[in-house]
């Protein structure tokens, strides 16, 4: 099929489904600008919507994705949606550029040996991050459960939409970040996506995608969520959150305590009492804003969108996916 | 901008059935927006017409294209540096004394990139050993690495790569090279042709079922107080359904540990077919490597106790 042109194509919808919030971006790509051209998000948390990352209800998810689609009306009729990090089997791995080439049938067994249980039929895909070890060159592996992708086409599908792409949450966090920051950015961040009941933590050395892991908190998330949740479970949270970092990083030296700084994206990322309670953990300092590059990043929803921008960098990330790929 | 982000592909439209629908919010252009625009642009156009620069450069495009040739000026690529070309003369030797042992090798089996790896692998687990810091190239015959071995770990590898030897894999050292911050080796690497006897009750392990063996074999060394690696080979294809599965084992640990691990493994209810072993004896710490083939033993069929009573 030859490749789509036109105002069509480069329109695409992100759309985010996960335990607490629904989100819909609305992006298009020209050139090495991105615009964000419309976006819309709404909590759902204990509504039974979608538990643990899988949709419960397909009617309801649709309903509500459906009352965002017609509040912001966009153009696009592709679009892409997330997986949730804890659906997903994200690992980076060494290997000489030639190994798959010389044996297609690498890649599954590597994902064989990190597969719990490896009879269940799943996607498998993978591509080099650019970065190179003594091991070899570094490529990211991921894998996913057909079933899970599937419930979610049904889902854009029953929208009336076109599926393109479907990515891991992190993978769409990194993309949403590494196609708007400067182009010289050398710093190490830390990046904590806070979807409670999960937490993900990837980091981003040079520009490189670099994967950390994911947790379920044992903290009771929903005291947080209630109307003046009291400190303590902030701090309980945020020690948490500290702890599994330090685990998560531990191969990567003083990362994450020399890190450039820290940045919250999802759910909770504008939370300011839990920035604050973080603080007093990481040595790095916690962003305020997402550092991006504005000749890059456009916003066409207001210039104050850059301060709640964490909340929706996914979204952005699904948009930057393009039918022509 | 795209080309730095990630795109994975966990899931792939069928680009066919992609037909663009309309979407029911895009906005119309109005016929009259159009008109607008094309008088406009009709104005602009005349407007350049008149300008009698404009003109003369449209009419005379070879003039601009020699005036931006003159401006150009060559810039000659950065030269090398003196490391960059060390390892460029190094690596040119190297490649000269491939091209004169290759005419020596003639019956042997090229290894595959699996085994290679598993050399490596091998290398780099024996402490001290070469402690390979990087693989400079793999081959079909030749791998080119760069260790920080002294003499004495030099020695210990040569005797590593004599017991790996009794894997049926032939491992040699044709040429060392010092170099800054290592020795450079070059290493000739062939097989034997691996035993092929079959038995018709053996059936291919599922690929499902790789890792699940693996470390039973694994834990199996480790309870028999072996130190040792494991690294998964080949998968060699035998018609349509039978695929052996082949693991190189390579540790340490006393007489009895190799015994007791030799023990277990027949012991197992799936089959390990040992092809071949290399064992060097020494004091308390012997080195033993294993060339394994992993099946499983189909169930003995028995006559059914039915058939037995209408007999008598």
Redesign the interface.
Known sequence: MPKLKGEVAKRTLGIVISDREIIVVEGKRSGKKFYLLKAARELIGDKGIVENGRIVSESACILKLRELIDQIKPEAVFASVNIPANLVLLKTIPLDPDIIERFPDWMEWEKEKHSVDASIKSELSYLPIGAKTSDGELYLMASVRKDIIIERKRVIEGLGLTLIAADPDPVAAYNGFIASCREDDESNYLFIDISLPFYTFFATFNGKFVYGGTKVTSVDYHGIERGNPPQVLFDSLAREIHQSALEFFAPYGDFPQNATGIILIGYFAPSETLKNTLGNFFLPPILNTIPYDKKRLKFKVGKDFGNVWGAYIKGCGLALRSINE | ??E????????K?E????V????P???RVSPSSIIAAVILIGAIFLVILKWESIVDILYKPKAIYLKFAAKSTYKPSPPDTMRQRQIADSLAKLVQQKVITALNVIDSIKL???WK?GIIDFLKYFPPGLNP???YT?DDEFIVIEGTSKTRAYLDTLIDLAVLKGAFINCEIIKTEQTSIGTRYLMRTTKQPVERVWDDNFVSIQ??K??EVLDRIDSLSRAAGLTGNIT?LDEEIHGEDFKRYLLLFHGRGSTSSIVEFLEGIDKLEFYVQIISSGIEFATMNNRLTLLMGLNYLTPKMSTPKGEQTNLQ
Do not use: D, F, G, T
Request: charged residues 40%; hydrophobic residues 30%; glycine residues 0%.
């Open positions: 901008m795209n730095n982000i990630l795109k994975l592909k966990l899931y439209p680009l066919e059935k992609a663009p629908k309309k979407s919010y895009r906005k595959s990139m699996r790896r810091k990087k693989v793999i690929p499902y790789r890792k998964p």
